[in-house]
């Protein structure tokens, strides 16, 4: 946990991606690593400034495929051969081609569940307060049409007149002091 | 084609002499509160408080339907043997395929990278579920005991009984309630970020209270979207198979029946067809009216009603081949039955039926749609998504019907005809989406800002950082 007492952190504003992406990449070249950029619809070149490249969602969603899959085939195949078999008109009692198709929609179903609510968790959401609401003009653009980088305090190389100064050499808006 | 059209028209792109996607002229702020300001209006629209009035009106006669169903059993129903499926599987089926065309745009679409469908995918998907609660009711009424219905999951139980795993019924459970959990995952999921926005935007304390719930908090943190939007295109990617098989799984209902008219294979790829097919037009149905209601023309364009039409045109042409194909291997596999079958579909008592369905499904719309004028002729494609439903609905009742009453035996022979209560559901259920489609475009925001917002100009990242101005006389 980040030291709950001071600032969380500088928060500047800016109108336009590109701007926000510039300043993202000269933060990270120089030296600064916890930082987050905040946008009303995903734009992959913040991410690549930020250097976030790989999530772990597919992986997550894969693992949720193979128990759907595996859970299901075993279930039916230990109901209809052991649990309770019937005799359909002769038919096997393992009549596995019948077992796939619930096994497929289970696989679809735990695949789908699992990417969800698996970014969800590693979103670290729900999370209703975050420091960064805290901010007075944070709540106005950040999900409408205004561009945030925030420089967290948590950074060693945080100085808070070092770091707003850096900030300020950007075509940024405003740089607010974002308390925790 | 830069020549069709008028020349003039500003939704024409001089270049291509394509329709735009979206109207020029819109920026992040615009967007938003066009969408927003439909969800967070202190002013709700008269028009709005009588259609759902009329709605709760035709849902007063589904409960009263239903209430009698549960009293007296399914003997209020026309169903009698040999036409032992009736209206609930015709509805199950039809209902369960109008859904289809929103997964449709919201998985299949976006897979493709078709940017055009941001712009409807969020009430496509919202029709969808509704259509999937009305579609899920009928399997569900149908057993007869309804209060029962548990029995169909696979779950532990004091009797020990198990549901028959090699029956297509009990797949049909699978496959429609994974098709409803998914659904109703990918569309919340989807509408998070739009939450966030309209929590920050509301003026009412509930409505903050309420959207901030249901945002969970989102911020628009650049790692939050980058695994965001790897879930959604994982999403996608699941549901793209996941409503191929839905329909396929309800198509063995009927394919898995040694039955003549039942019994073929062209059913899987046809009915999925057939489902996309009437799922277009029922999103035509309600797009037309919510687009002009809310003046929405700018975001829901020609250009999407064109390619929804033409979309149309080629699930169109599959069903057509589905028809054709039938007749054709009824005639081909020299089984006497098979023939007998298809004759007594086309010319027997129920002719008129396969009359209908030839016209309003094959005759009408293939004939039509072929025209450009025509396909972005909002009046006439309105008229022509009726025509369509229609025609869908009595496809499934033929196929439903006339394989039915009519069997090996002629000394088995019935007929079938549908009662009084039998109309009365079937009305109630389409009352019952109506109902929640009001509810949906009153509170959720219909049209994903989030992802309109991507398909600006002014989202372009340029290098050196270029300013807001010099972004804006670039896309001038």
């Known amino acids: 946990m980040p030291p709950r007492e001071g600032i969380y952190g500088l928060l500047a504003e800016f109108n336009t991606p590109s701007e926000l992406v510039h300043a993202t990449e000269a933060a990270h070249s120089a030296g600064y690593r916890r930082m987050e950029c905040y946008t009303p619809y995903p734009v992959e070149e913040a991410a690549s400034a930020l250097h976030f490249h790989k999530t772990r969602v597919p992986l997550v969603c894969l693992l949720g495929g193979v128990i759907g899959v595996t859970t299901a085939f075993m279930m039916q195949t230990w109901v209809a051969v052991w649990a309770y078999p019937l005799n359909i008109g002769g038919r096997p009692l393992f009549s596995w081609p019948a077992f796939i198709i619930p096994a497929y929609e289970w696989t679809i179903l735990f695949a789908g569940l699992s990417a969800a609510f698996g970014m969800i968790a590693l979103n670290g959401l729900p999370q209703l307060y975050h420091p960064v609401f805290n901010a007075p003009n944070f709540r106005s653009g950040a999900t409408t049409d205004k561009f945030f980088l925030c420089l967290e305090a948590a950074d060693p190389k945080f100085s808070v007149t070092e770091t707003r100064a850096f900030l300020e050499q950007f075509s940024a808006v405003s740089v607010v002091e974002v308390d925790h | 084609m830069a020549t069709k059209g008028p020349i003039n028209d500003p939704m024409i792109d001089p270049r291509t002499g394509e329709y735009a996607v979206i109207a020029p002229g819109h920026n992040f702020k615009s967007v938003t509160q066009k969408i927003a300001g439909i969800v967070l209006t202190s002013n709700t629209p008269l028009g709005w408080f009588f259609g759902l009035l009329v709605a709760s009106g035709f849902v007063t006669g589904l409960v009263i339907g239903l209430t009698w169903l549960v009293l007296k059993g399914v003997g209020i129903w026309g169903v009698t043997i040999p036409g032992a499926w009736g209206f609930a599987i015709i509805n199950f089926v039809w209902w369960i395929g109008i859904g289809h065309a929103g997964t449709l745009i919201s998985a299949i679409l976006l897979l493709f990278k078709q940017t055009w469908r941001n712009s409807i995918n969020r009430f496509a998907e919202a029709m969808t579920i509704f259509a999937v609660v009305c579609a899920g009711m009928f399997p569900l009424i149908h057993v007869g005991r309804p209060w029962l219905g548990y029995w169909l999951f696979p779950y532990p139980n004091t009797m020990?009984?198990?549901?028959?795993?090699?029956?297509?019924?009990?797949?049909?459970?699978?496959?429609?309630?994974?098709?409803?959990?998914?659904?109703?995952?990918?569309?919340?999921?989807?509408?998070?970020?739009?939450?966030?926005?309209?929590?920050?935007?509301?003026?009412?304390?509930?409505?903050?209270?309420?959207?901030?719930?249901?945002?969970?908090?989102?911020?628009?943190?650049?790692?939050?979207?980058?695994?965001?939007?790897?879930?959604?295109?994982?999403?996608?990617?699941?549901?793209?198979?996941?409503?191929?098989?839905?329909?396929?799984?309800?198509?063995?209902?009927?394919?898995?029946?040694?039955?003549?008219?039942?019994?073929?294979?062209?059913?899987?790829?046809?009915?999925?067809?057939?489902?996309?097919?009437?799922?277009?037009?029922?999103?035509?149905?309600?797009?037309?009216?919510?687009?002009?209601?809310?003046?929405?023309?700018?975001?829901?364009?020609?250009?999407?009603?064109?390619?929804?039409?033409?979309?149309?045109?080629?699930?169109?042409?599959?069903?057509?081949?589905?028809?054709?194909?039938?007749?054709?291997?009824?005639?081909?596999?020299?089984?006497?039955?098979?023939?007998?079958?298809?004759?007594?579909?086309?010319?027997?008592?129920?002719?008129?039926?396969?009359?209908?369905?030839?016209?309003?499904?094959?005759?009408?719309?293939?004939?039509?749609?072929?025209?450009?004028?025509?396909?972005?002729?909002?009046?006439?494609?309105?008229?022509?998504?009726?025509?369509?439903?229609?025609?869908?609905?009595?496809?499934?009742?033929?196929?439903?019907v006339t394989s039915l009453y009519r069997d090996f035996l002629p000394s088995s022979w019935g007929t079938y005809r549908a009662t009084r209560w039998d109309y009365i559901i079937y009305v109630g259920t389409l009352g019952l989406f109506t109902f929640l489609f009001f509810l949906f475009v009153r509170f959720l925001p219909m049209i994903p800002m989030n992802e309109i917002r991507m398909m600006l100009p002014q989202t372009k990242v340029t290098r050196g950082g270029a300013t807001a101005e010099q972004v804006s006389e670039e896309s001038a």
Do not use: C
């Open chain 2, 160 to 400: 020990n009984v198990w549901p028959q795993f090699r029956s297509p019924l009990a797949w049909d459970v699978f496959a429609v309630s994974t098709y409803a959990t998914i659904s109703v995952v990918f569309w919340y999921i989807g509408m998070i970020p739009d939450f966030g926005t309209l929590r920050d935007r509301a003026q009412l304390p509930l409505a903050k209270y309420f959207y901030g719930i249901l945002s969970l908090g989102w911020r628009g943190s650049t790692r939050h979207w980058i695994r965001y939007e790897s879930a959604s295109l994982l999403l996608a990617g699941l549901s793209t198979p996941l409503v191929l098989s839905v329909h396929t799984v309800i198509s063995f209902d009927f394919a898995v029946a040694a039955l003549p008219g039942w019994h073929t294979t062209i059913f899987p790829p046809y009915f999925v067809a057939g489902a996309i097919y009437s799922g277009f037009a029922m999103v035509i149905t309600l797009a037309i009216p919510i687009r002009k209601f809310y003046h929405l023309e700018d975001l829901v364009t020609l250009r999407h009603l064109d390619n929804m039409a033409k979309v149309m045109l080629g699930t169109g042409l599959i069903v057509g081949y589905g028809y054709g194909m039938e007749v054709f291997m009824a005639w081909y596999s020299a089984s006497h039955w098979e023939w007998f079958m298809m004759w007594n579909r086309m010319f027997g008592p129920m002719g008129w039926a396969y009359g209908i369905l030839i016209l309003t499904n094959l005759a009408i719309p293939l004939t039509t749609l072929w025209s450009r004028k025509l396909r972005v002729n909002v009046a006439f494609l309105f008229v022509l998504s009726f025509i369509i439903n229609t025609g869908m609905w009595f496809e499934r009742f033929v196929i439903v």
